[in-house]
C-alpha cells in the first residue's frame, strides 16, 4: 500500500507541506498516519497501537476518544455553530468559561480574552501591554525579557519571543524588541559548586541587570513558562520564581506565566502559578483547557491591565483587536466539558499521585550509561541523555541519539519527543499507575537498545 500512487502515503508526500518537519526527510520516509485513539493510546492505520506518552503535543489531558467532549461540541454546533464576540455580541458558553476562568485562576486575575491557539494569545499579550503602557503615558516601555530555550509560539510576534534557535533561524526573528537571559537549568547552567538558591541569585540579578542596561523606562514584561516544556522539561531551581518576581516588581515590569503547557493540572496542582507562588498580571492558557479536542486559549489580565485598556478603547473609541473565533462557542462548550471531566475525574490530584510514580520510575533508570538528568514535576519529566556522563558532554551531533531513541520508541508501541537528545514525557492525566510502568519499561528497553547501537 506504502508504494501505491493513490495511497494516503503518496498523497501526504505530494501535498501536504508538516509543520516543524524535515521536508526533504519526509519525502524519502513518509508519513506515520494516526487513524484513532483511546485513553493514553493512538492506533495508526496499520493497527498498530501506541502509548502517546506526549498527550498529543503536551495536550490531551482527558484522554482519546472523550464522548463527553464530542457531544458538548455536538450540542454546541446544533444550538449555535458559530457567532462571534466583537462590538458588544456575546454567547453564552464564553461568558460561562471566562467567569470559570476567572475564579478558578490566581485572584489577582480578572478578565479574559480568548484566541485561537498559543501563539496568538502571546501575539495579543503584546500588543494588550504595548496598549496598556500607552495608555499609561508610558509610549517608551515597550521591550520584552524571555529566556533561551523559551517557547512562546511561532507567529511573528511569539516567535519572538521564544528561545530557541530552529524557531527561529531563517525566519529573520526576532522582530519585536526582546531580550533574551539565560534559561534557569541548573544541571547545565549552574557553576561548579553553585547550590540552586545561588544559581537562582546569579540568574535574578542577571535579569536585574538586563533591565537596568535597557533602561526600566524600556522594558515593559518578563515572560516565562513557570516548568519550560518544549525547550527541554526544564524546572526551575529552587527560589528562582520568588527572586524573578521581586526584580520585575522593583522596575515596574508585569510578569507574564505562560501556562499554556503547564496549566490545567500538568504539575499535580490546577496551575503551575500555584505551585510555584508566582503572582502574575497575566497568565496565557491553551492546550489542556479543551483537551485540545477544539482549538482555544485565554489570556487572563489583571484588573489594573484591564482598566487602562478599558479606558483607552473608551478614549480612543476601540480596543482595535480581536479574532474571528474570539469567545467561539464551541471550543468554549468543549472547554467547560473537559473542565468538568479535570474535576469529576480529580485528574489534577491523579497528576501529583501518578506523576510521583512516573518520576520515580524515570529516576531508576538515571544509573543507565546514556542518562545525564531525569527531572521533571507530577506528570512532566524529561531525560536528557548525554555522551559522558562525568563531563556532561552531548552527543556530536546533538539531536541523532534523541531522533534514534524517538523513532525506536515506536517500534516497542510509543510515541515520546526528542528535544535535541532530551526526551520527554507529559502523557494524558488520566494515566494509571500500571500504565505509567508500562511507559517507562517500554522505554527502559528502547534505551538499552539504543545504548547498544551507540558503544
Ligand atoms: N506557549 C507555550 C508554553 C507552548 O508550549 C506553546 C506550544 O507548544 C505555545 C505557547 C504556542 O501554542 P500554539 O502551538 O497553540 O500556537
Not at 538515571?366 to 563531563?391: C, F
Request: charge should be negative; glycine fraction near 8%; proline fraction near 5%.
Amino acid at each position: 500500500m506504502r508504494g501505491h500512487p493513490n495511497s494516503i502515503y503518496a498523497r501526504d508526500v505530494e501535498y501536504v507541506l508538516h509543520p516543524v518537519t524535515n521536508a526533504r526527510k519526509h519525502e524519502e520516509i513518509g508519513p506515520i498516519v494516526i487513524d484513532r485513539g483511546e485513553g493514553i493510546y493512538v492506533y495508526d492505520d496499520l493497527g498498530n497501537r501506541y502509548i502517546e506518552a506526549l498527550a498529543g503535543l503536551w495536550s490531551v489531558a482527558v484522554g482519546f476518544g472523550e464522548k463527553r467532549l464530542v457531544e458538548a461540541a455536538s450540542r454546541q454546533m446544533s444550538k449555535l455553530p458559530y457567532y462571534h464576540t466583537f462590538s458588544h455580541k456575546t454567547n453564552e458558553p464564553s461568558v460561562e468559561l471566562a467567569e470559570r476562568l476567572v475564579k478558578m485562576t490566581p485572584a489577582r486575575l480578572r478578565r479574559a480574552f480568548f484566541t485561537n491557539s498559543g501563539s496568538e494569545a502571546n501575539d495579543s499579550v503584546i500588543k494588550m501591554v504595548w496598549y496598556y503602557n500607552n495608555a499609561r503615558g508610558l509610549r517608551q516601555k515597550k521591550k520584552f525579557i524571555s529566556r533561551t530555550n523559551a517557547y512562546h509560539g511561532i507567529t511573528i510576534a511569539s516567535g519572538s519571543l521564544t528561545g530557541l534557535p530552529a524557531n527561529q533561524r531563517d525566519f529573520d526573528l526576532p522582530f519585536v524588541p526582546v531580550r533574551h537571559v539565560t534559561c534557569p537549568h541548573y544541571y547545565r547552567f549552574a557553576e561548579p559548586g553553585e547550590t540552586e538558591e545561588a544559581f537562582a541569585d546569579r540568574l535574578a540579578a542577571e535579569l536585574e541587570a538586563t533591565i537596568l542596561e535597557e533602561g526600566p523606562d524600556t522594558v515593559a514584561a518578563f515572560i516565562g513558562e513557570p516548568l519550560m516544556g518544549a525547550g527541554g522539561v526544564l524546572p526551575p531551581p529552587a527560589t528562582y520564581w520568588e527572586k524573578i518576581q521581586a526584580v520585575c516588581r522593583r522596575h515596574d515590569v508585569l510578569i507574564v506565566a505562560d501556562e499554556v503547557i503547564n496549566g490545567f493540572g500538568r504539575l499535580g496542582t490546577m496551575f503551575a502559578c500555584d505551585y510555584y507562588g508566582i503572582d502574575s498580571d497575566i497568565m496565557v492558557l491553551s492546550k489542556q483547557i479543551t483537551s485540545s479536542y477544539q482549538p482555544l486559549a485565554a489570556v487572563m489580565i489583571s484588573h489594573e491591565l484591564y482598566e487602562g485598556i478599558a479606558d483607552n478603547s473608551g478614549k480612543i473609541g476601540t480596543f482595535g483587536h480581536g479574532f474571528t473565533a474570539s469567545g467561539h462557542p464551541v471550543p468554549a462548550a468543549v472547554a467547560l466539558e473537559n473542565l468538568d471531566i479535570i474535576e469529576e475525574k480529580n485528574l489534577v490530584e491523579n497528576a501529583r499521585r501518578v506523576g510521583e510514580v512516573m518520576q520515580d520510575e524515570l529516576r531508576k533508570l538515571a544509573d543507565h550509561p546514556l542518562v545525564g538528568e531525569v527531572r521533571g514535576v507530577g506528570l512532566i519529566a524529561g531525560v536528557e541523555l548525554v555522551a559522558d556522563k562525568a563531563t556532561k558532554a552531548k552527543f556530536n551531533p546533538v539531536g541523532k541519539v534523541g531522533a534514534q531513541v524517538f523513532s525506536r520508541a515506536h517500534e516497542h508501541g510509543l510515541i515520546i519527543r526528542a528535544i535535541g537528545d532530551t526526551i520527554a514525557f507529559c502523557p494524558p492525566l488520566i494515566i494509571t499507575e500500571d500504565q505509567v510502568r508500562d511507559m517507562v519499561e517500554r522505554f527502559r528497553v528502547t534505551l538499552d537498545e539504543t545504548a547498544a547501537m551507540v558503544r
